[in-house]
């Protein structure tokens, strides 16, 4: 199993407080004291892996399409910060190299989920495997993704990948298929996490991540149930709510 702790991993960055999936986002987490960032890779029309989190760029730009249908020369000139607010008019997305070379020299774990359970990129498994190999990072990246046939293609490129299927809910049909796969996680939406939930995938060496947690009470009770990553938006906080319950042992938050 991939030696974590309660890691604190920064959802899209800092997305509670910066525009997700933003440099200024990611900087920000990285200052907070986040532990890790999670962020989503598409492709864009001539394959560059980009970093987003819908198919489309309508909801965070002021353009409409699929991001399959714009080269990232063309991705480049969309401000993906206004939306959230307009001090951010110069954030713009961000391709994966770009973020890695970035993350590089810290000691952030990234955790990068393939967006293929929508749309169909040929390939991207094969393309972000190779970016992150380049820069000599796959001890630090945890590949996640809703479609367990990205995982597998993964496990076919390198086995010692470490990879992590995401859900919704526990079941006894995803025990068997994170066996299947040789999975080294699972991230659960964190209200389907209880104690029996994850001594279940701790019994078979896989780790349990918590998606996603940005309120005190949901925090308690993820540590409470033994889970070995938390996965937020609000990563200040998050760090600050964990260590009071791991180290007071009391009920202040």
Known sequence: MIQIKPLI???RGASFD??????????LAYDQGAEGIETDVHLSKDNVPVLIHDHTVNRVTSQKGLIKQFTFKELKQLDIGSWFDPIYHTERIMSLVDFLQWAE??????????KTNKVNYPEVEAIVYQSVEELKMLDRVVFSSFNHLSLEKLSQLN???YRALLAKRHSSRL???????????????QRA????????YH???????????????????CLRAKCDMIITDRPGLTIEKKE??????DDKF
């Open 9 to 11: 991993i920064a959802h």
């Open 18 to 27: 910066r525009p997700e999936n933003s440099f200024a986002a990611f900087k």
């Open 105 to 114: 020299p810290s000691q952030l774990m990234i955790n990068l989920e393939l």
């Open 159 to 161: 086995p010692n990948t």
């Open 175 to 189: 025990i068997k298929l994170s066996q299947q796969l040789n999975l080294t996680g699972i991230h659960l939406k």
């Open 193 to 200: 996490i209880n104690l029996i939930t994850t001594k279940k």
């Open 203 to 221: 019994q078979f060496n896989q780790y349990v991540g918590a998606y996603t947690v940005n309120q005190p009470n949901d925090l308690r009770r």
């Open 244 to 249: 009071l319950f791991l180290n007071q042992k």
